[in-house]
């Protein structure tokens, strides 16, 4: 079931990669002036230009002739548009106001980044300037990230105006292009920058807190995983997050940009892998080390497949392709962390279905950011997504908090419990009663008694406060209570083992509760009783029978959930949380009791 | 005596029987052994026996079962167990003793004494309640509801508070030995709850009767007269 849903999951991931759409082509038929109107968008992106490699300050006139110029794809990097990474180039486009601006505000220009260094001419006129155009590296000096450059308002009247960038890149790689630039109010650009930067220092602080709090989980806590990925996962969007606000804010020299960027592929990869690996953890899913293996292999494939597009190791031609994978991918991370979520749930795991909740939504906002291209649409997703975690967390850490209480209460008073019930007064008192009998028939038999007593008494002394021991002693403890109760009843009680290395381990008395139970329970009017427990190990299961041949009267009655019962389910539930089972039941010549437990530590 | 032994560990079982004949001696008649509930109801079921010595934990089964039934018969029971925590309930179930094991042949004398003697002083650990078979099941009668008791043969008729008379297999003498202090023979055929009684009425010729409080007459051997009359101007 696993297996072919997780099978189904990979192939729908591939037609979602196959279908998704690629970024929107300008119409290259499109020639003439772009309209601007400010009142119905107040940031216009400028895209689709005409470009041109070479350098000449001709080509700064609005009324040169470019129809000859070519389109420009709009791919990002100037490489997968089939140019050089390096070199100079210009652009041109037209733009058209249909009435006059406000009266007192005046435009800008805001260059996210480009290439190393730029000039942008309005009408032929310069009104920006970032570092210094040059031929070759020795000339150009890089400008830096995310300038405003104002246009004086005498330039912008109403009517068709010409925009003209020259570009040249030498000192970073490729140059990013896409969106070159957008045009806006000068107040709205400033006022945009100072909102995104503000979300993005919040959302970093969130991720920051979070990826804290999360580390001082970490402390007293047995299963240190889920809390570490987690951990790593917020710091992960924290450092993806103040990198990106660099490159877009603080003004980075164009030069480090590209390698910056680059950078910030590593705190994007665990992002992308972590989150789906800390729900396997969390939830304790199947294959958990192996899928994740898988996860990273797949996730650093996708971000790296495009890095090396661009530096020429794969096919530059796959390179929009690849980008476009590269962009759904926060999708499909989300899209796998449901698919475990959505395991979990049906397995009833704690906390499962606000984790769900959360990843739903996030999977909309993702995809509507997607689709609009929101800003830090996606971060304040994963801030949302890691505050449902986080609660769900909290919530789960203290269930478990109080049943670990619980459980150290229980096993307490287990262990006084189990102490009375083989040290107590009635065993040991019926003991000494026979010892009295045997003094005053056979002093030998009473001295033999006593020595097997004696044994008992220690081995009971010595295990009943470990969490497992090993099959070997309890097996001698076992031997040692048949010989007690054989020279007290005047039996043959015995004890065989087949299958058994005696490496095994089991929490103490469990066999030793189930031998008693079968004494006390089966051998009315039998002089002779052999146990057997036979033992086997495969896969990762231990399975341990025990069978005793007792009287077919003495199995007609119900198998009661005794405290000896109750006793062996809570010390294999505290020693193998929830990868147990037991069960108990007639057989053909006698009674046996069935004990598997699961995986490691058996 | 006809005693039976019902303990699931033979040299135990042996050594009690041992025991019980050393203490008896003469007046020994049986001493059988049984070693579960099965055996030990067949064996009832055929023989009539004077004292059972009962093992209150026989392997796992609950000798309570046993013990109900046991207390409700006309012989006596008295426990011989390690299980001391259940001993307050075999009292109040109206067993004659409980000797807890391990245990001296002196505690089992004393055991036998009780058996022996009418009581000097009030019984230790009386019974709190009075198992009766009636049509064949068992009903659990609490000593409070017992206005009086009226010897009828080997048997005892068990008047209540609220008129009910039920009919209990043990005779007096045995009821008396297990009943709390305040019942007391007033008659070699009635054993009243003292509380009860409001008067004591002098008829000539050594003829004594006492009323009880819902105007009850019940005949008063002349012996208990003055010890009772002195008990009553006290009170």
Same mark, same amino acid.
């Not at chain 1, 240190?224 to 020299?253: E, G, H, N």
């Not at chain 1, 892998?273 to 729900?279: E, M, W, Y």
């Not at chain 1, 002394?461 to 099959?471: A, D, E, G, N, Q």
């Given at each position: 079931m696993?297996r072919?849903?997780l099978?189904?999951?990979?192939?729908?991931?591939?037609?979602f990669?196959?279908l998704?759409?690629a970024?929107?082509?300008f119409?290259e038929?499109?020639?003439?002036p772009?309209?601007?109107?400010?009142?119905?968008?107040?940031?216009?992106d400028?895209?689709?230009w005409?470009t041109?490699?070479?350098?000449?300050m001709a080509?700064?006139d609005?009324?040169y002739?470019?129809?000859?110029?070519?389109?420009?794809?709009?791919s990002?990097?100037?490489?997968?548009?089939?140019?050089p990474?390096?070199?100079t180039?210009?652009?041109?486009?037209?733009?058209?106001f249909?009435g006059?601006?406000?009266?007192g505000?005046?435009?800008?220009?805001?260059?996210v980044?480009?290439?190393s260094a730029s000039?942008?001419?309005?009408d032929g006129?310069l009104?920006?300037?970032?570092g210094?155009?040059?031929e070759?590296?020795?000339d150009?000096v890089?400008?830096?990230?995310?300038?405003?450059?104002?246009i004086?308002?005498?330039?912008t009247?109403?009517g068709?105006?010409?925009?003209?960038m020259r570009?040249?890149?030498?000192?970073?790689?490729s140059?990013?292009v896409a969106?070159?630039?957008?045009?806006?109010?000068?107040?709205?650009?400033?006022m945009?920058l100072?909102?995104s930067?503000?979300?993005?220092?919040?959302?970093a602080?969130?991720?920051?807190?979070t990826a804290?709090?999360?580390?001082?989980?970490?402390?007293?806590h047995?299963n240190?995983?889920?809390?570490a990925?987690?951990s790593?996962?917020?710091?992960?969007c924290a450092?993806?997050?103040?990198i990106?606000?660099?490159l877009r804010?603080?003004?980075?020299?164009?030069?480090?940009?590209?390698?910056?960027?680059?950078?910030n592929d590593?705190?994007?990869?665990?992002m992308?892998?972590?989150?789906?690996?800390?729900f396997?953890?969390?939830?304790?899913?199947?294959?958990?080390?192996r899928l994740?293996?898988?996860?990273?292999?797949m996730?650093?494939?996708?971000?790296?497949?495009?890095r090396?597009?661009?530096?020429?190791?794969?096919?530059v031609?796959?390179?929009?392709?690849?980008d476009?994978m590269?962009?759904?991918?926060?999708i499909?991370?989300?899209?796998?962390?449901?698919f475990?979520?959505?395991?979990?749930i049906?397995?009833?795991r704690?906390g499962?279905?606000?984790?769900?909740?959360?990843?739903l939504?996030?999977?909309?906002?993702a995809y509507?950011?997607?689709r609009t291209?929101?800003?830090?649409?996606w971060a304040?997703g994963?801030?949302?997504?890691i505050?449902v975690?986080t609660?769900?967390?909290?919530?789960?850490?203290a269930e478990?908090?109080?049943?670990?209480q619980?459980?150290?209460?229980?096993?307490?008073?287990?262990?006084i419990?189990?102490?009375?019930r083989?040290?107590q007064?009635?065993?040991l008192?019926?003991?000494?009663?026979?010892i009295?009998a045997?003094?005053?028939?056979?002093?030998?038999?009473?001295g033999?008694?006593?020595?097997?007593?004696a044994?008992?008494?220690?081995?009971?002394?010595?295990f009943?406060?470990?969490?497992?021991?090993?099959?070997?002693?309890?097996?001698?403890?076992?031997?040692?209570?048949?010989?007690?109760?054989?020279?007290?009843?005047e039996?043959?009680f015995e004890?065989?083992?087949?299958?058994?290395?005696g490496?095994?381990r089991?929490p103490?008395?469990?066999?030793?509760?189930?031998?008693?139970?079968g004494?006390?329970h089966g051998?009315?009017?039998k002089?002779?009783?052999?146990?057997?427990?036979?033992?086997?190990?495969?896969?990762?299961?231990l399975?341990?029978?025990?069978?005793n041949?007792?009287?077919a009267?003495?199995?007609?009655e119900d198998?009661v959930?005794?405290?000896?019962?109750?006793?062996?389910?809570?010390?294999?539930?505290?020693?193998?949380p929830g990868?147990?089972?037991?069960a108990a039941?007639?057989?053909?010549?006698?009674?046996q009791?069935t004990?598997?437990?699961?995986?490691?530590?058996a | 005596?006809?005693?039976?032994?019902?303990?699931d560990?033979k040299?135990?079982a042996?050594?009690l029987?041992?025991l019980v004949k050393e203490?008896l001696?003469?007046?020994?008649?049986?001493?059988?052994i049984?070693?579960s509930l099965?055996?030990s109801?067949q064996?009832?079921?055929?023989?009539?026996?004077?004292?059972?010595?009962?093992?209150l934990n026989?392997s796992?089964q609950n000798?309570?079962d046993?013990?109900t039934?046991?207390?409700?018969?006309s012989?006596?029971t008295?426990i011989v167990?390690?299980?001391?925590?259940?001993?307050i309930?075999a009292?109040?179930?109206?067993v004659?003793?409980?000797?807890?094991k391990?245990?001296?042949?002196e505690?089992?004398?004393?055991a036998?004494e009780r058996l022996?003697?009418?009581p000097?002083?009030?019984?230790?650990?009386?019974?709190?309640?009075?198992?009766v078979?009636?049509?064949?099941r068992?009903?659990?009668?609490?000593?409070d509801?017992?206005l009086?008791?009226?010897g009828a043969?080997? /048997?005892?008729?068990?008047?209540?508070r609220?008129?009910? %008379?039920?009919? @209990?297999?043990?005779?007096?003498?045995? !009821? +008396?030995?297990i009943?709390?202090?305040?019942?007391?023979?007033?008659?070699?055929? /009635?054993?009243?709850?003292?509380r009860?009684?409001?008067? %004591?009425?002098? @008829?000539?010729?050594g003829k004594y009767? !006492? +009323?009880?409080?819902?105007?009850?007459?019940?005949?008063?051997s002349?012996?208990?007269y003055k010890?009772?009359?002195e008990?009553l101007?006290?009170?």
């Amino acid at each position: 079931m696993y297996r072919s849903t997780l099978t189904a999951f990979i192939l729908l991931m591939c037609a979602f990669v196959a279908l998704s759409p690629a970024q929107e082509e300008f119409d290259e038929s499109f020639d003439g002036p772009e309209y601007v109107f400010f009142d119905e968008t107040p940031i216009t992106d400028l895209v689709g230009w005409r470009t041109f490699y070479g350098d000449s300050m001709a080509w700064a006139d609005p009324a040169y002739d470019d129809t000859h110029w070519e389109w420009d794809k709009g791919s990002g990097l100037w490489i997968s548009d089939g140019g050089p990474g390096k070199g100079t180039r210009w652009y041109r486009k037209e733009i058209f106001f249909p009435g006059a601006l406000e009266s007192g505000r005046s435009l800008a220009l805001y260059q996210v980044a480009a290439v190393s260094a730029s000039e942008i001419y309005w009408d032929g006129q310069l009104v920006a300037r970032n570092g210094e155009v040059g031929e070759s590296p020795a000339d150009e000096v890089p400008g830096r990230s995310g300038r405003v450059f104002p246009i004086h308002r005498s330039l912008t009247s109403a009517g068709r105006h010409v925009i003209a960038m020259r570009m040249s890149n030498h000192h970073s790689f490729s140059g990013l292009v896409a969106p070159p630039v957008q045009l806006a109010y000068f107040g709205v650009i400033q006022m945009r920058l100072f909102r995104s930067g503000a979300l993005a220092l919040f959302l970093a602080g969130i991720f920051v807190v979070t990826a804290i709090f999360h580390i001082a989980m970490l402390l007293g806590h047995a299963n240190k995983w889920p809390s570490a990925l987690f951990s790593a996962f917020c710091l992960s969007c924290a450092t993806y997050i103040v990198i990106q606000s660099m490159l877009r804010y603080f003004q980075i020299d164009l030069g480090y940009y590209f390698l910056l960027g680059t950078l910030n592929d590593i705190p994007w990869f665990f992002m992308m892998s972590l989150l789906p690996i800390f729900f396997l953890f969390e939830f304790s899913a199947p294959y958990q080390k192996r899928l994740s293996v898988l996860i990273a292999v797949m996730t650093l494939a996708i971000v790296l497949m495009p890095r090396f597009a661009a530096f020429g190791v794969l096919p530059v031609e796959w390179l929009p392709a690849l980008d476009r994978m590269n962009r759904i991918q926060s999708i499909s991370t989300i899209v796998l962390s449901i698919f475990v979520t959505v395991w979990a749930i049906r397995r009833r795991r704690p906390g499962s279905v606000t984790v769900l909740v959360g990843l739903l939504i996030f999977l909309i906002g993702a995809y509507v950011s997607y689709r609009t291209r929101a800003e830090h649409g996606w971060a304040i997703g994963f801030a949302f997504v890691i505050l449902v975690i986080t609660v769900s967390l909290s919530r789960q850490m203290a269930e478990r908090n109080r049943r670990h209480q619980e459980t150290q209460l229980r096993s307490a008073r287990l262990e006084i419990e189990l102490l009375k019930r083989h040290i107590q007064p009635h065993f040991l008192l019926n003991s000494l009663n026979s010892i009295v009998a045997w003094l005053e028939e056979e002093p030998k038999t009473a001295g033999r008694l006593v020595n097997a007593l004696a044994d008992e008494l220690r081995m009971l002394l010595s295990f009943s406060s470990r969490k497992t021991i090993k099959l070997e002693r309890e097996i001698r403890l076992c031997e040692a209570q048949l010989k007690v109760m054989s020279l007290r009843q005047e039996k043959r009680f015995e004890m065989r083992t087949e299958g058994i290395d005696g490496s095994e381990r089991l929490p103490p008395l469990v066999i030793h509760t189930l031998v008693e139970n079968g004494l006390t329970h089966g051998y009315r009017g039998k002089d002779h009783g052999v146990f057997t427990l036979r033992g086997g190990r495969r896969d990762k299961t231990l399975t341990l029978m025990l069978h005793n041949d007792s009287a077919a009267e003495a199995r007609r009655e119900d198998f009661v959930e005794g405290t000896g019962l109750r006793y062996v389910r809570t010390r294999l539930e505290e020693a193998f949380p929830g990868r147990w089972s037991l069960a108990a039941g007639p057989v053909d010549d006698g009674w046996q009791v069935t004990v598997e437990i699961e995986g490691e530590g058996a | 005596m006809r005693i039976l032994v019902v303990e699931d560990e033979k040299v135990a079982a042996r050594r009690l029987a041992r025991l019980v004949k050393e203490v008896l001696g003469d007046k020994t008649t049986t001493v059988d052994i049984r070693e579960s509930l099965e055996e030990s109801q067949q064996y009832l079921a055929r023989h009539s026996i004077d004292i059972l010595l009962l093992d209150l934990n026989l392997s796992g089964q609950n000798g309570f079962d046993l013990l109900t039934r046991a207390v409700a018969e006309s012989f006596q029971t008295i426990i011989v167990s390690a299980n001391t925590d259940q001993a307050i309930r075999a009292y109040e179930y109206g067993v004659l003793d409980f000797v807890p094991k391990p245990f001296e042949k002196e505690r089992l004398m004393r055991a036998f004494e009780r058996l022996e003697k009418p009581p000097a002083q009030p019984v230790p650990q009386p019974a709190q309640v009075l198992v009766v078979r009636n049509q064949g099941r068992l009903q659990i009668i609490p000593v409070d509801q017992v206005l009086y008791l009226q010897g009828a043969g080997d /048997y005892a008729e068990i008047h209540l508070r609220d008129g009910g %008379v039920a009919l @209990h297999s043990k005779s007096l003498e045995s !009821l +008396e030995r297990i009943l709390p202090g305040r019942f007391s023979r007033t008659h070699k055929s /009635y054993i009243v709850d003292m509380r009860e009684v409001v008067n %004591v009425h002098i @008829h000539g010729g050594g003829k004594y009767e !006492l +009323e009880l409080r819902d105007g009850i007459v019940l005949p008063l051997s002349r012996s208990r007269y003055k010890e009772l009359s002195e008990r009553l101007a006290q009170g």
